[in-house]
């Protein structure tokens, strides 16, 4: 069945670094955009990235520019989140969650979300 | 960035009642707006997208309606699998942004 797998959360200090994966099985993986999404304890969820099926276009929430990078190899049918320079604030669940068909407006591709994974969670802390 | 404002932030209800929750968008966005239910400890869940197109598999209590800036989730005969918490999300533009979320409970 379609899945998506999150890995790699964890405790970390702050100013440090942290990968995620998320792996996907049971659909084309090439034909969707991938995105990032996390949930702070007890908190609602807030957007952080998408990548485009072929990885050439990549979006970010604002607060994680510069510090996040999003990537896939659809190879290995994965998508990885790079996280630096992390900051108490980015305690969170962090949730892989696959874009739906895409909505088309000028030169930009939008999405909503149709298949989630079950997170992987991030600490924060010193 | 467009800000999603969901309304009510709680409240209670009953097996069998008919309930509503509002989102209003910041400015318009047309019908690209969808619903999620999340329940404790797990991952979201689609249940509708471009305002009013049912996610398959999702039962047919769940409507979605609106345009523009402000939107609707009704479920017409509450379900005791229904007492969840409930996010709108816009993908007309980026950041996608989510509302802060609806609780529904008994």
């Known amino acids: 069945q379609v899945q998506l797998v999150e890995s790699g959360g964890g405790v970390v200090q702050p100013g440090g670094s942290l990968r995620l994966s998320c792996a996907a099985s049971?659909?084309?993986?090439?034909?969707?955009?991938l995105n990032w999404v996390r949930q702070a304890p007890g908190k609602g969820l807030e957007w952080v990235a998408v990548i485009s099926c072929d990885g050439s276009k990549k979006y970010y929430v604002e607060s994680v520019k510069g510090r996040f990078s999003i990537s896939r190899d659809n190879s290995r049918n994965t998508v990885s989140l790079q996280m630096n320079s992390l900051r108490p604030e980015d305690t969170a669940v962090y949730h892989c969650a696959r874009g739906g068909v895409a909505t088309e407006r000028g030169n930009y591709s939008y999405y909503y979300m149709d298949v989630w994974g079950k997170g992987a969670t991030v600490t924060v802390a010193s | 960035a467009i800000r999603m404002t969901q309304s009510p932030s709680s409240f209670s209800a009953s097996t069998g009642d008919r309930v509503s929750i509002t989102c209003r968008a910041s400015q318009g966005i047309s019908n690209y707006l969808a619903w999620y239910q999340q329940k404790p400890g797990k991952a979201p869940k689609l249940l509708i997208y471009?305002?009013?197109t049912l996610q398959s598999g999702v039962p047919s209590r769940f409507s979605g309606s609106g345009s523009g800036t402000d939107f609707t989730l009704t479920i017409s005969c509450l379900q005791s699998e229904d007492f969840a918490t409930y996010y709108c999300?816009?993908?007309?533009?980026?950041?996608?942004?989510f509302g802060g979320g609806t609780k529904v409970d008994i």
């Open positions: 999300q816009q993908y007309y533009s980026y950041p996608l942004t």
């Open positions: 471009a305002a009013s």
């Open positions: 049971g659909f084309t993986f090439n034909s969707h955009a």
